[in-house]
């Protein structure tokens, strides 16, 4: 049985940041989530000055959160060969950052970080043993390896939090029954499930999820509604997508959140920007211990020069998801105000 409650503080800190503090009473939720979209530095391309902690700083009060997660491409790291024959560029790009920027991560309030995708195997095993070390000394979780299951304990619940992408250093996302069965150990041993998929084509004009596969650069980047769906119907609450680099509409599927992609959330000289490859967000939300949404807000952001967040005073990329979560899902979408505001579950309003 479900019973723990986040406080009312934990509450305070998601919607409202500078009433983080307010006594009250407990809040109608479990677990409050922050998810943001694909970060990839890297030495090759030009790091920012400060690293991770000053490129999020004007945001900390966005990443608040019981649990602040997000997708990180590439690796932390100094050993390891390159994937790209001659060097990181052209039509080959390999992301290496410094292991201290782990540090910098945890400064910035990440407690998890999926490293299932399309970069985590950039400096083959020696930077993915690494970036396990670098993100284990900063107290930083990470989920994403094959056949992971990382259990952590967040206001008295247990929270298993498992990432997949199409490739063999990462849980399988091309292999629908096996993720279905980790889903259903992790549902065993846990309160509330949350799957990182890393999935889609890539490009400005791929901010629609299609029905079935999709392919980027020869690869077969899954069925993102196929597995997503297949995911909840074996018993995951919440679905947190990437990939795509551009953001995408957010699904209800039989009462539990699917956000299939947020875009960018930094990328300084590595990710592309321009028109709506620089609209991105953070996703705050508010599950019930049963694990359904009572609450949440989208953040809007925008990538400025060279590829780093800022608030979005215009709220681009709400009217942006808005209009596809309504185009791609009709009537199964969470209802999104032009401030962001998630409306709650229609169960539990």
């Given at each position: 049985m479900r019973r723990a409650l986040a406080t009312a503080a934990a509450a305070a800190a998601l919607l409202a940041p500078a009433q983080a503090h307010a006594a009250g009473q407990l809040a109608p939720y479990g677990l409050s989530v922050s998810w943001v979209g694909d970060m990839a530095f890297s030495s090759d391309?030009?790091?920012?000055?400060?690293g991770p902690g000053a490129a999020f700083a004007s945001l900390r009060s966005y990443l608040k959160a019981d649990l602040v997660a997000g997708n990180l491409e590439g690796t932390l790291a100094t050993g390891g060969s390159s994937?790209?024959?001659?060097?990181?560029g052209g039509t080959c790009f390999s992301f290496r950052a410094p292991p201290s920027y782990a540090f910098g991560f945890r400064h910035a309030g990440f407690d998890l970080?999926?490293?299932?995708n399309n970069h985590a195997n950039d400096y083959g095993g020696t930077g993915q043993s690494q970036t396990s070390a670098a993100l284990r000394s900063a107290g930083i979780a990470y989920a994403g390896r094959p056949g992971q299951i990382t259990i952590l304990h967040v206001n008295g619940l247990r929270v298993a939090a498992m990432g997949f992408a199409p490739y063999p250093w990462a849980s399988p996302l091309l292999d629908i029954p096996a993720a279905a069965a980790m889903v259903r150990d992790a549902r065993s041993r846990a309160n509330i499930v949350i799957c990182f998929i890393h999935q889609g084509a890539e490009?400005?004009?791929k901010d629609h999820v299609p029905y079935g596969p999709e392919t980027a650069f020869g690869e077969n980047r899954g069925s993102a509604r196929a597995f997503a769906h297949a995911m909840i119907d074996a018993g995951a609450d919440l679905v947190l997508g990437s990939g795509p680099h551009v953001?995408?509409?957010?699904e209800r599927y039989h009462r539990r959140m699917i956000a299939y992609s947020l875009g960018n959330f930094a990328g300084p000289h590595t990710l592309g920007l321009g028109g709506n490859s620089s609209l991105s967000a953070i996703l705050n939300v508010n599950l019930t211990p049963g694990g359904l949404v009572s609450g949440g807000r989208w953040v809007p952001l925008v990538m400025v020069s060279p590829g780093l967040p800022r608030y979005d005073p215009a709220h681009r990329s709400a009217a942006l998801v808005r209009a596809l979560s309504r185009e791609d899902f009709g009537s199964r979408r969470y209802a999104i105000g032009a401030d962001g505001t998630i409306e709650p579950d229609p169960?539990?309003?």
């Amino acid at each position: 049985m479900r019973r723990a409650l986040a406080t009312a503080a934990a509450a305070a800190a998601l919607l409202a940041p500078a009433q983080a503090h307010a006594a009250g009473q407990l809040a109608p939720y479990g677990l409050s989530v922050s998810w943001v979209g694909d970060m990839a530095f890297s030495s090759d391309q030009g790091l920012p000055p400060g690293g991770p902690g000053a490129a999020f700083a004007s945001l900390r009060s966005y990443l608040k959160a019981d649990l602040v997660a997000g997708n990180l491409e590439g690796t932390l790291a100094t050993g390891g060969s390159s994937k790209c024959p001659g060097g990181s560029g052209g039509t080959c790009f390999s992301f290496r950052a410094p292991p201290s920027y782990a540090f910098g991560f945890r400064h910035a309030g990440f407690d998890l970080l999926n490293v299932a995708n399309n970069h985590a195997n950039d400096y083959g095993g020696t930077g993915q043993s690494q970036t396990s070390a670098a993100l284990r000394s900063a107290g930083i979780a990470y989920a994403g390896r094959p056949g992971q299951i990382t259990i952590l304990h967040v206001n008295g619940l247990r929270v298993a939090a498992m990432g997949f992408a199409p490739y063999p250093w990462a849980s399988p996302l091309l292999d629908i029954p096996a993720a279905a069965a980790m889903v259903r150990d992790a549902r065993s041993r846990a309160n509330i499930v949350i799957c990182f998929i890393h999935q889609g084509a890539e490009g400005a004009d791929k901010d629609h999820v299609p029905y079935g596969p999709e392919t980027a650069f020869g690869e077969n980047r899954g069925s993102a509604r196929a597995f997503a769906h297949a995911m909840i119907d074996a018993g995951a609450d919440l679905v947190l997508g990437s990939g795509p680099h551009v953001i995408r509409g957010i699904e209800r599927y039989h009462r539990r959140m699917i956000a299939y992609s947020l875009g960018n959330f930094a990328g300084p000289h590595t990710l592309g920007l321009g028109g709506n490859s620089s609209l991105s967000a953070i996703l705050n939300v508010n599950l019930t211990p049963g694990g359904l949404v009572s609450g949440g807000r989208w953040v809007p952001l925008v990538m400025v020069s060279p590829g780093l967040p800022r608030y979005d005073p215009a709220h681009r990329s709400a009217a942006l998801v808005r209009a596809l979560s309504r185009e791609d899902f009709g009537s199964r979408r969470y209802a999104i105000g032009a401030d962001g505001t998630i409306e709650p579950d229609p169960a539990i309003r």
